[in-house]
């Protein structure tokens, strides 16, 4: 009964039994005297087996979010967060969690959505951790604001908000560009440049934006505004690059239009040059202020071995890689001699990818700027075997229509989201002509709620 739920700022006593997708803690209010069953309650930074005093924050239908007062006993997994901005800024959840009961909880959580949403009883395999458990990002986009005293604030987001926490430091940034956030918000902040708290078309600088080459060093600095008027911003940038040898170009990136998308269509090369070169797999890609490539470069070079023993390139196979984006998985699979054909939307990822193929003397591969749902069919007529490693929301309906219709010998599926590979692998294996077997978890963002996984799927050869 609507009436019988806990008011909003009523406070609550729980035991927390598990955690949720976010990493919040998992409760449920007593049962009610007419027996109906208690209300799941979520509540962040509380970890299961501890009992727990809390406030109630929101109520929701079916919910209720409640913040932690009091924990009246500590879980034997938790420990003190590696930052000491943990219990205020939104970009990690998990910190309070000790390192391998993270990784478990990731390994039970693909477990779980896969049966809940997929109904598949799969046993997964093992997860494999992280190398390192901080330092790892290779890239951060830092949101930025000017407080009415003119002071420069940088910082990720409260959790649930657009409120900046502070910082000078993030653990889980490459320590060589953790480095440079002090000095460079100092810098910002004497230059008077207007800051565009409101997202406006008018305001000034959005972002502070840094990337690595994790095996060369290069260092890219990108300032994102809604206009160019920041005054002697070549000075500063000659200053920038005097100062960081490893800093092998700085420029601006123009986003006038006034909503949370992070970068716009323009970007401008201030200093030095608009990219930096990474080794990965044997190989050197170019990589610019906007190119998707994996913020976890050790983890990638991890998975790259498991998706060459489910692909099995070789000169006569031919491997069709959708999403392919700059080619960060599209070259290894043709240095290994395979046939592959890449398909991205978006077209500079494509003429990025071109450029590193080139780069790397590989001609035995194909790029084109398809959209997957339109160009896969084709492409599956002549396919051997298929990579799938769409964007979160996973594959939409014609995608997996195409590849049940006409599938390859072997198809391996990596995501960052259970839920909608659960709900995937269920629409490519419902008719039995795909099997799935395998599934590999891999944490490729410790301190965080995101996981990765590796399907594995064969075709089905009828008697």
């Known amino acids: 009964m609507v009436s019988s739920l806990p008011a909003t700022g009523s406070e609550l006593e729980l035991c927390i039994h598990g955690l949720n997708h976010e990493g919040q ?21 509380a970890l299961p087996g501890e009992n727990v005093r809390v406030r109630v924050q929101h109520r929701a239908q079916r919910h209720l979010v409640a913040e932690l007062i009091t924990r009246h006993n500590d879980s ?13 800024c939104g970009g990690c959840s998990v910190q309070h969690l000790e390192d391998q009961a993270q990784a478990l909880w990731k390994q039970s959580l693909v477990q779980e959505t896969l049966r809940r949403i997929g109904g598949l009883s799969i046993d997964i395999e093992p997860i494999i951790p992280a190398q390192a458990p901080t330092g790892y990002r290779n890239r951060a986009v830092i949101p930025l604001e ?40 100092h810098d910002l902040e004497v230059s008077d440049w207007p800051v565009d708290v409101n997202l406006s078309e008018s305001g000034g600088l959005r972002h502070l934006a840094l990337r690595l080459g994790h095996h060369t060093g ?8 809604s206009h ?21 170009g700085v420029c601006l990136n123009l986003q006038p239009r006034p909503n949370n ?22 190989l050197q890609y170019q990589i610019g202020p906007d190119t998707f490539f994996q913020v976890n470069t050790a983890q990638a070079e991890q998975l790259l071995p498991l998706l060459l023993q489910a692909l099995q390139p070789s000169p006569d196979r031919r491997i069709v ?56 069919p084709e492409a599956l007529r002549h396919a051997d075997a298929l990579l799938l490693d769409p964007p979160r929301k996973g594959l939409p309906h014609k995608v997996c229509e195409a590849i049940v219709a006409d599938p390859p010998a072997r198809v391996a599926y990596l995501s960052c989201n259970p839920a909608s590979l659960a709900r995937d692998l269920a629409r490519l294996s419902a008719d039995g002509r795909l099997v799935v077997r395998s599934i590999q978890p891999l944490d490729f963002f410790p301190q965080t709620s995101h996981v990765e996984a590796l399907a594995v799927l064969e075709r089905v050869i009828s008697s």
Request: glycine share 8%; proline share 7%.
């Open 25 to 45: 803690g998992v409760a449920r209010t007593a049962d009610s005297a007419e027996g109906e069953s208690g209300l799941v309650v979520f509540v962040p930074n």
């Open 76 to 88: 034997a997994d938790r420990r003190k967060p590696p930052c000491i901005l943990a219990n205020d």
């Open 146 to 185: 000017r407080t009415p005293e003119g002071r420069l604030r940088a910082g990720f987001y409260r959790s649930g908000s657009h409120r900046i926490v502070n910082m000078n430091r993030c653990p889980v940034l490459d320590p060589r560009l953790d480095r440079l956030i002090a000095p460079l918000k």
């Open 218 to 225: 290069d260092v890219l600095l990108t300032l994102i505004s």
């Open 228 to 248: 160019d008027d920041l005054p002697d911003l070549a000075i500063q940038a000659a200053i920038w690059m005097e100062r960081w040898p490893e800093l092998v």
């Open 261 to 282: 998308t992070l970068m716009g269509p323009t970007t401008r090369c201030i200093a030095g040059r608009p990219w930096l070169i990474e080794r990965f797999a044997g």
């Open 321 to 376: 890689d959708a999403y392919c984006g700059i080619g960060t998985f599209t070259l290894p699979l043709a240095a290994a001699g395979a046939q592959v054909l890449g398909l991205e939307q978006q077209a500079g990822s494509v003429e990025q990818a071109r450029i590193n193929a080139a780069l790397n003397g590989l001609n035995n591969v194909e790029l084109e700027v398809a959209d997957v749902a339109i160009g896969l």
